[in-house]
């Protein structure tokens, strides 16, 4: 993380610049350039594959842990307000945020989801991150590092392999190969 003053700017040419190669190096020439060393761990997860690293490093980190079960299987975070069904499957590595609405049958691992989502029937989301509001269909199957944006209507029976979906879409067709939707 930098936290920079402004006359940085200055030291910025009028195209593609390398502050770690090339304004960090002459920041250092002058004693311009600090640091702070923060305890514990600290990572970048700016890119989805990144945030999901990290949300399993910090889940595989915490000294609570959910008691394992026929359908939680631990490490998982899951808001109070989230009712697991009997015959879904959650974990390990999930974060599940509030008022998500989890149908039977759905399995869900290696992913974040995001509030006031519902998934329904028998969907099975893998090592990818959904939305808030998203509508995630019947027999749904995303995987592959898919982000899927807020307010997606995943329609049922649909395959996302490595999607990237905008905000407000509707899903209607399979994406086998990873591409963005717009």
């Known amino acids: 993380m930098y936290i920079l003053n402004s006359t940085v700017l200055d030291r910025i040419e009028l195209k593609p610049t390398s502050m770690e190669k090339e304004v960090f190096p002459q920041m250092c020439e002058t004693s311009n350039l600090y640091a702070f060393v923060l305890k514990g761990y600290w990572m970048d997860v700016g890119q989805p594959i990144?945030?999901?690293?990290?949300?399993?490093?910090?889940?595989?980190?915490?000294?609570?842990?959910t008691p394992?079960?026929?359908?939680?299987?631990?490490?998982?975070?899951?808001?109070?307000?989230?009712?697991?069904?009997?015959?879904?499957?959650?974990?390990?590595?999930?974060?599940?945020?509030?008022?998500?609405?989890?149908?039977?049958?759905?399995?869900?691992?290696?992913?974040?989801?995001?509030?006031?989502?519902?998934?329904?029937?028998?969907?099975?989301?893998?090592?990818?991150?959904i939305g808030r509001k998203c509508i995630i269909g019947q027999w749904v199957r995303i995987e592959n590092t898919?982000?899927?944006?807020?307010?997606?209507?995943?329609?049922?029976?649909?395959?996302?392999?490595?999607?990237?979906v905008c905000h407000n879409k509707i899903i209607t067709e399979n994406v086998l190969e990873p591409k963005v939707v717009m």
């Open 68 to 129: 394992s079960t026929s359908n939680l299987i631990p490490p998982v975070l899951i808001h109070e307000s989230v009712k697991i069904p009997s015959k879904a499957v959650i974990g390990p590595h999930v974060v599940i945020a509030e008022n998500v609405i989890i149908e039977e049958g759905v399995r869900i691992k290696n992913s974040t989801i995001l509030p006031n989502t519902i998934l329904k029937q028998h969907c099975f989301i893998n090592t990818s991150i």
């Open 50 to 65: 990144d945030f999901l690293k990290g949300t399993q490093l910090y889940l595989d980190n915490q000294t609570t842990t």
């Open 146 to 164: 898919s982000v899927i944006g807020d307010e997606v209507k995943v329609n049922d029976e649909i395959y996302l392999n490595g999607a990237r």
